[in-house]
């Protein structure tokens, strides 16, 4: 079965800003000279976010599935 391509999603978009902030984190730690600022936070937070977006992830897929088996059976 081809793989439907995937246009721009929400969890896409998710993704890229969480990972602008983490990266935004990393440059006060440096520039603070503190390398566990935040990071416990930052990591429980983190994998809710993972958990999260693992569940959008899975949604936006069957989405894809359905709309394609739809397009099919017509």
């Known amino acids: 079965m081809p793989r439907v391509p995937a246009p721009s999603f ?3 978009e998710r993704l890229a800003r969480a990972f602008s902030r ?3 984190m990393q440059l006060v730690r440096i520039e ?3 390398p566990l600022l935040g990071k416990s936070d930052e990591e429980r937070i983190i994998w809710r976010e993972l958990l999260d977006l693992e569940l959008q992830d899975v949604d936006e897929q069957i989405e894809r599935i359905s709309a ?3 397009n099919g059976s017509r």
């Open 32 to 34: 603070w000279e503190d």
């Open 68 to 70: 394609a088996v739809d």
């Open 10 to 12: 929400p969890t896409h």
């Open 22 to 24: 983490l990266e935004d």
